[in-house]
């Protein structure tokens, strides 16, 4: 069997899934790190510059006491999947820095990063799943909650969108802007 030679040039394509590379690992590593400091993190990063009235704030304080919840009883398995977060991030990088450095083993370290990166989202599959069905079982009644409301809210302003247009389009729309009547 022959082997692996040092590629003379890097394509176009290489550097694209290298740079790709590149961020996944990037990201992988530092998602280990801030989960594995404080499995939580990742559950507070979501923007909150928006302002919420009461009852939206009421929701989103029932859903971070859910979320909490859901959290404290997987973990381990959340600390022990950022621990292999770490190490895939580290690994990917690794691979990336074999490839664009126009490595030899380049081929097969990044063909092992694939492998293993596909496995690994294979066997997260069921947990994360199972997490989800928890989540959403437990977030039903605040969801059926806050879905009534909000249809509640869109018809009303589905409601004055039909009252402007219909405004703006009858005859009184229409004087008003000086047009003919129809």
Known sequence: ???AQAPTNRPVWLIVLALAMLLVGTLTLLEGLLVIRDPQVLARLTPRDVAMTPSQ???DRRTIAINDA???RHRTALRF???FSIAFGMWTLYATAAVLSRDR?????????AALGTAHCLAVLPFALAVAREAADATR???????RRQIISTAVSVGWWLLVFFYFAGRRGRELYGLPPR
Do not use: F, K, Q, Y
Not at 105 to 113: E, F
Not at 141 to 147: G, K, M
């Open 57 to 59: 704030e009421e929701a």
């Open 1 to 3: 069997m022959a082997s």
């Open 81 to 83: 999947d950022a621990g």
């Open 105 to 113: 083993n380049g081929r097969v370290l990044a063909l092992a990063t």
């Open 70 to 72: 859901i959290i404290a």
């Open 141 to 147: 009644p605040l969801l059926t909650e806050v879905s």
